[in-house]
């Protein structure tokens, strides 16, 4: 069995930066196995897997280790691969996945805009492995999927070498640290402890589910643009409406091919 397979650098407009994600068009679901195998293979952070029925496709998004609920840079790569590979006529797609329906919309300017849920983060107290894992000082914390903490600088966000493996033992999926930013709204950094080899996430865009709400009401605004700090860097042009938040950025094709299983 040929399934295509398309490697797409998100939320970069420069080949080997942004975020890169696997994506897979399949033509029927196969077993959560297989799907997790393949994630295995590509040994990127995401492999995005749809399925088209009738006009909405179905997404799934996995890492090499889990299923995940919600994948901002995979998603915005599926829909870059279906505007450019696979129905070039269409503008706009609609999704269906484990966190609703989503939508993607091909801009003027070639960016893609995404529709996705609003996640406003908590308040809670600063877990005590964040002070023994992080060299800068956090201020406050708040949490929903992931753990969010606040810190008093941009140079303290370029600057932190966490040690992750301390973080291993906290109930999140991922720890983001954040600032505003000097060139940007807020900048953030995000951080997976969960693998065998935790690391940090080039460019994340379903952390921006809770990023937006929360630096939305800190700043007064609704419209933001966003920078993640990691070596590869990323930019997000981000806006909330109601429940709703809008993530905006490019993409740049590296990989299309195809794998046999």
């Known amino acids: 069995m040929k399934i295509p397979i398309y490697q797409i650098d998100a939320f970069t407009q420069k080949l080997f930066g942004g975020n890169p ?3 897979c068009h399949l033509t029927h679901w196969l077993d959560d196995e297989t799907l997790l195998n393949i994630a295995i293979e590509n040994n ?3 492999t995005g897997y749809f399925v088209k029925k009738d006009d909405i496709y ?6 090499p280790y889990a299923e995940i609920d919600l994948c901002g840079h995979a998603t915005l790569a599926s829909a870059y691969v279906i505007f450019n590979f696979i129905d ?3 503008s706009e797609v609609t999704f269906s996945s484990k966190s609703g329906i989503l939508k993607a919309k091909k801009e003027d300017n070639g960016s893609i805009t995404l529709d ?7 308040p809670v107290d600063i877990p005590k492995e964040i002070f023994e894992a992080f060299q800068s000082k956090p201020l406050k914390a708040f949490a929903g999927r992931d753990l969010i903490i606040t810190v008093g600088s941009e140079e303290e966000v370029l600057a932190e070498e966490p040690k992750l493996e301390l973080l291993k033992g906290l ?6 640290i954040t600032t505003e930013g000097k060139n940007s709204d807020f900048v953030s950094r995000v951080f997976d402890a969960n ?3 935790p690391l940090e996430d080039p460019v994340t865009g379903s952390a921006h589910a809770a990023l937006i709400p929360f630096w939305a009401e800190k700043l007064g605004k609704t419209e933001l643009k966003a920078r993640q700090l990691s070596k590869r860097g990323g930019e997000i042009d981000c806006r909330l409406e109601g429940d709703r938040v809008f993530l905006s950025g490019y993409s740049v094709p590296y990989l299309v091919g195809e794998i046999e299983i």
């Open 58 to 63: 179905e997404i799934r998004w996995f890492m």
């Open 116 to 122: 996705f849920p609003s996640r406003p983060p908590q």
């Open 21 to 23: 994600a696997a994506i």
């Open 88 to 90: 070039t006529a269409i």
């Open 171 to 176: 109930p999140y999926l991922c720890t983001i």
């Open 44 to 46: 990127l952070a995401e």
């Open 195 to 197: 693998p065998k080899i």
